[in-house]
Structures are given as C-alpha cells and as structure tokens.
C-alpha cells in the first residue's frame, strides 16, 4: 500500500528519529568552541562580551528550513522520499556574538584552528561590497556522523537584531502575515548596514584613542 | 535575501513572493526564482525579460526545473 503521509508528516517523523544525533552534534560544537574561547572569555575588558548559544532547530523551523531550499520554495509530493531534514547544514548550531569587532575578529581566528576541515559560508554584507555580516561554517566533527552542524561567528549586535528580526521575519506566524513588505524588508537591510557601520566606527575609535574606550561608550 | 537585480524585475512589472523566493508577472506569463535571477547576468536576465511570450503558458524560469506539480501548486498560489 502506498505511503500516504505527507511530506511534511514524514519529516516530522525523521526529525525525531534524528533529534539524539542533532544533540550529540550540538554537545560536541558547544563544548569545543567554548573550550576554545576560554582565554579570551577570561580576558575580556568590563565594556566587551562573548556571548556563546547553542540550539536545535526546532521541528516545524527545520522543515520550513528545508522547503525554502526546494524550487519555489514548494515540495513535491511525488519525490516525498527524496527529502531529508540531514540535508539542513544548521539543525544543530552554535553562534558566537562578540563586542567590539576586534573580539570578533579574534574569535574568527581562534575557531578558524578548530573549523580548520569544515565549510567557510559567510553571510554577505547588504552592499555587495562590503565586509561579511558574520562568518559562517559548516561541517562534521566526524565524517560518518548524520548531522552537519554549523558555526557562525557575528558581531554582538547584529547578533541580537537577527534574534529578533529572524523570529518576525522568517518564520511563518499567522498573525505575522503581510507584514514581510518591501519597506519592511529595506528597513531591516538598512538597520544591519547602521549596526555594521556602528561597529566599524566603534572600532576605528578604539584604534586611535586606545585608552578612551569607556569614555566612547558614554 | 532577495536578489540584487530586484530594481530590473521591478522596473519590468514584477512582483515579489517572499515565501515562493520568486518573481512573477501575470501578463507576462512569467515566473522568475530568485536563484535562477542570481545565477545569471544583468544582460541575460533583461534578455529573457525582453522575449515575448506567445505560448499561453507560463514560464517558470529555475534551476532546477520544478516538477509539474510544484508548478501547477505555485500557479495557483500566485493566481496564474
């Protein structure tokens, strides 16, 4: 007899299958990358932070995830086989945010030792010019492992603009509906291009006066 | 993120579904993803845009080419 569940109801059900998998992936990612960061952590100034998460997609997030991946956005319900939620490259995730941008620059370099056989994908910049949003990467920590997890490293604040922006924007909610518009859109693109600009800024500052840092923050 | 040549697509009568990632416009009978807008040039993107479309079908342009099903369900979606 024919399988009549529908994709989205076999993905449900995979994703539990995988969920113990996704976690050993998430253990393993955070747990290296803080291990990593430890020096740094304990060397921060009063006015800079090193904000470590980590986190599973949840179910209905990681199957959306993975429809926006196929042609138009749509599955097809003749190839439901065909799709795994495995294909996702950030089921299991860690973000590191970091302040001032020379923390985050700093923390790109200390991961980029231990991401060394993984993925680079960095996020562009809204202008296309422009340096990276955040640095990105993706892998295994063993190659016969069934999860890939992902690890981004992002300026602080972006960081948290995209907690918020990412949750209203990208992630389907009835209550939310029309409010995805082009001014909406352009707005979001010019506050990441402000907060950017802000760190750049920040920093530049910080290079000319060293010894002003605190009195830049008032 | 929505393709950098969206002015073009705009300027050409396309508008924009945010949850299919693709261009459309109904007189034209055209459909465009936003992969396939980024995995192309300015020049073939206004050459494709400029082509009349005299079949009575719709176009979908996408990389790869979506199933008839998916088709036919993004039709229906964008009412065309």
Redesign the interface.
């Known amino acids: 007899m024919a399988n009549s569940r529908s994709v989205e109801d076999l993905l449900r059900a995979e994703y539990f299958r995988l969920l113990p998998d996704a976690r050993r992936a998430l253990l393993e990612t955070e747990t290296r990358v803080r291990s990593a960061l430890l020096d740094t952590s304990l060397a921060l100034q009063p006015f800079e932070r090193l904000v470590v998460t980590a986190r599973i997609k949840e179910c209905e997030n990681a199957i959306n995830s993975l429809r ?1 991946r ?10 439901a086989a065909e799709y795994s939620l495995s294909a996702l490259r950030d089921l299991a995730a860690v973000r590191v945010m970091a302040f001032p941008k020379r923390r985050v620059d700093e923390t790109h370099g200390i991961l980029q030792s231990i991401l060394a056989g993984w993925t680079s994908d960095p996020i ?1 910049a809204v202008e ?1 010019s422009g340096v990276p949003l955040a640095y990105k990467y993706f892998g295994k920590w063993n190659s016969d492992a069934p999860i890939t997890a992902e690890v981004q490293i992002v300026g602080l604040l972006i960081g948290l603009f995209w907690e918020v922006e990412h949750s209203a924007i990208y992630k ?1 909610n009835p209550s939310l509906q029309g409010v ?1 518009t ?1 001014v909406v ?1 352009q707005s979001r693109d010019d506050v990441l291009t402000a907060l950017q600009r802000f760190e750049a800024e920040f920093a530049n500052a910080m290079m000319a006066s060293p010894r002003r840092e605190e009195t830049i923050l008032r | ?2 393709a ?1 040549k969206d002015p073009i697509l705009r300027a050409a009568g396309y508008a ?1 579904n ?5 261009y459309y416009n109904r007189s034209a009978k055209k ?1 465009f ?1 936003v992969e396939w807008v980024e995995d192309h040039t300015d020049k073939e993107l206004r050459e494709e845009l400029s082509k009349t479309n005299n079949s009575g079908e719709w176009l ?1 342009y ?6 008839e ?3 036919r ?2 039709l229906a979606e964008i009412g065309g």
Do not use: N
Request: glycine share 2%; aromatic share 10%.
């Open positions: 926006r196929q042609p138009l956005g749509l599955f097809d319900s003749d190839q562009p296309e389907p995805r082009d859109i | 993120m929505k950098a924009y945010f949850d299919r990632l693709a459909a993803s979908v996408a990389e790869p080419q979506p199933s099903r998916v088709k369900e993004f």
